[in-house]
Each structure stands twice: as structure tokens, then as C-alpha cells.
């Protein structure tokens, strides 16, 4: 009599390996996701504090280059409060106030009605949405006229957002002084002529919250009156 043949063990996985295989799974894709996580997270803010450190660049360059080319001239307009070309330095508590004409103004289209002067004016402005943030405002006008640069008509935008402090520093070159200067008035007697040198000094509160400062230092070429 033939003795019957064994019968094959179930090829299957039983619950107890599939729960375990579910668990190791679930534990290595929960590693890769906050790796990737944390990886997205550094990137985004790498990004932002160049993009930080860009925007607070791109600024300083902009006015030193403005101010580099800023010029008086002698108009014919005799003695006015507001000249037709000046340099007005305010010191403020935390941003500093300049006005100042300029032969560096960009003419973007051809055919219009404006040369190279312009006047600019550089200040500091609460943000409307957020009034905690002050905002580096540049203002410029392509009008010459013997009145208050504010009352003139000009285009004004957001140079900097998010900023803490703005300061400027005007040397004064003559053999009498030779210091630096918080405030600079052309219209003051005895001061009808320009700065040679304009430190900038401009701190913008980065992505973490921190104040961090940049400066720049502009040289003025033409410092005497031109007639």
C-alpha cells in the first residue's frame, strides 16, 4: 500500500512578518521625509538670505552710484530757500534723510522731454501693510525747481524693504575740517559745495530676525560748483 505524499507547505508571509515589513517601511519613509523636509526647509531659507543680502547690495549701489554723479550748479536763481541744485543731508533717529541733484538719471525711453538730472531723494517710510516695517523709499522727481523737493512731483517705490537703520556720513575735505559729518545743508554760508566722500551704512534685519549692517562708501567727483 503506497503511503501518501506529504503535502507543501503555504508559500505565503504570515500576518505577523507583513506587519513587520509594513512597520520598516513606514519607519525608513518617515527618515527620508523629514530628511527631504529639513532639506527643503535649508534650501528655501539659503535662498532668502541671498536674496536678502542681493536686495541690501543692489540698494547700496544705487545710491553710491547716484550720489557719485550728484553735482551743483550755479542757476541764476539768486538766493532761495530751495535751489534748483543742492545736497540735503537730515540725521534722523533711525533713517537718515537725503536729498541730492544728480546727473545719473536713466532715460528708459527716447524722444521724451528729460535729460540727465533728476533729483533723488532717499528716506524711510512705514510699510502700509505691516506698520512694524520701515521700508528704504527712494523718491525721484526730473523736474529742476526752486521749491521743496517734496512738493514736486516725482515717482517714489521701495528701494529696501525691511530695514532698521539707514545713516549717512559726509566728509568734509577742507584744510579747516576735514571730518566727517552726520548732517550736510549746501544752502548753509560757507557750505556751497559738495562732500567728497558719502559713507552709506544700511542694516536690514535678515531671515532670522537679526539686524545685520553693509556699507559702501561714495566718492563725489564733481564737489565744487559748476558755473
Known sequence: MRRPLPRARGAGFTLIEIMLAMAI???????????????????????????RVHTAR?????????????????????ATTYPRTFLIGTSQASVDELSFTTLAHQ??????????????????????????????????TRRLQADDPKTLSGESYVLCPDISRLKFSYYNFTQAKREWESEWDTRTPGTTFLPSHVRISLTVIDERGQEVTYSTDARIRLTERLD
Do not use: C, H, W
Open 58 to 78: 543692489v540698494a547700496l549701489m544705487r545710491m553710491s552710484r547716484e550720489l557719485e554723479m550728484a553735482y551743483l550748479a550755479s542757476d541764476g536763481m539768486g
Open 107 to 140: 532715460r528708459l525711453r527716447g524722444g521724451l522731454a528729460e535729460g540727465d538730472q533728476s533729483v533723488v531723494t532717499y528716506y524711510g517710510e512705514r510699510d502700509p501693510d505691516d506698520p512694524k516695517i520701515t521700508n528704504l523709499m527712494r523718491r525721484e
Open 25 to 51: 517601511l513606514a519607519f525608513i519613509t518617515t527618515i527620508m521625509f523629514g530628511a527631504f523636509n529639513q532639506t527643503a526647509a535649508n534650501k528655501r531659507a539659503l535662498e532668502a538670505a541671498q536674496e
